[in-house]
């Protein structure tokens, strides 16, 4: 018969084989792309003034815009450099790592109620998934509909990150509410509808942030909930529970500030500007 130990020194085998297939899977995904970019030269990009209008939103950034493109133009933009390269990679490879990694280490057996699992899957997945189509195809032939199509995605993406991810919040605070905790996860996703709505149709980047405001602070009285002991949950959990909206907020502000590049223009272009 087969002990305990050696079906654990199997599983643990069986871990690892797994994880080192991942980091090779990902190195040579890496190497490849700088191979692509030494041997591929890209098309002459333009300057901010010779750019399309509809991607004249940031007057910082002056040098890099990619011109008009074909899907296949735009898909082979991911091996040149351009102001949108950063963004591209910096939403494509956490949502690579979300997609193999969190189903690998998501203690699904410890989750009674599954739906939660699963939404907080696809929390962490949907924006940016949103944001990686948006800058990579945002210079389509197809101009300005389809850029605001593709804004529009982005954009839900980012309101399914703050709907989703509340759920399980909502969910286990009101754990032993039922009926209350029906209603609010109701009003949340009624609340969120409205945010969707108000940042697809806002004008602005101070507008589109104010879009969630209702969320956060429904968010927000779950943590106060918490904190005066009424609600349900893990004590040592509130601590995160700030520092992700609080990292949210922190993120909208440099956002609509143009921080850093507002200070520098020109110098900010490719790297560390105020959306990566």
């Known amino acids: 018969m087969v002990s305990n130990k050696f079906l654990f020194a199997i599983i643990?085998?069986?871990v690892y084989i797994g994880v080192q297939s991942l980091f090779y899977f990902f190195?040579?995904?890496?190497?490849?792309?700088?191979?692509?970019m030494a041997f591929l030269n890209g098309p002459r990009l333009l300057?901010?003034?010779?750019?399309?209008?509809?991607?004249?939103?940031?007057?910082y950034v002056l040098?890099?815009?990619?011109?008009?493109?074909?899907v296949q133009d735009c898909i082979r933009s991911l091996f040149y450099m351009h102001n949108e390269l950063g963004n591209i990679y910096t939403h494509g490879i956490p949502l690579l790592c979300?997609?193999?990694l969190i189903p690998l280490n998501f203690p699904w057996s410890q989750i009674s109620v599954t739906w939660l699992g699963v939404v907080h899957f696809l929390a962490c997945l949907s924006p940016q998934l949103g944001s990686v189509l948006y800058h990579l195809f945002m210079n389509h032939e197809g101009g300005e509909p389809v850029y605001h199509t593709l804004l529009t995605l982005d954009m839900c993406g980012i309101c399914?990150?703050?709907t989703l991810g509340a759920l399980p919040i909502v969910y286990s605070t009101l754990l032993c509410y039922p009926f209350t905790r029906t209603v609010a996860l109701l009003v949340y996703i009624l609340l969120s509808s409205y945010a969707i709505y108000s940042a697809i149709t806002a004008r602005s980047s101070v507008r589109r942030l104010r879009s969630f405001a209702w969320q956060a602070l429904f968010r927000f009285s779950f943590?106060?909930?918490?904190?005066?002991?009424?609600?349900?949950?893990?004590p040592t959990s509130l601590q995160h529970f700030l520092t992700m909206d609080a990292l949210a907020v922190l993120g909208g502000i440099i956002?609509?500030?143009r921080i850093p590049e507002r200070f520098r223009p020109g110098l900010f272009d490719y790297w560390c500007n105020s959306h990566q």
Request: aromatic content about 14%; glycine content about 12%.
């Open 12 to 14: 643990l085998l069986y």
């Open 27 to 36: 190195g040579g995904v890496v190497l490849t792309i700088l191979v692509a």
């Open 47 to 59: 300057d901010w003034a010779n750019s399309p209008p509809h991607l004249q939103f940031n007057k």
């Open 63 to 70: 040098t890099g815009y990619r011109p008009i493109s074909s």
């Open 98 to 100: 979300f997609l193999f």
């Open 160 to 162: 399914m990150i703050n």
């Open 223 to 234: 943590f106060l909930l918490r904190w005066v002991g009424v609600g349900g949950g893990s």
């Open 255 to 257: 956002n609509i500030s």
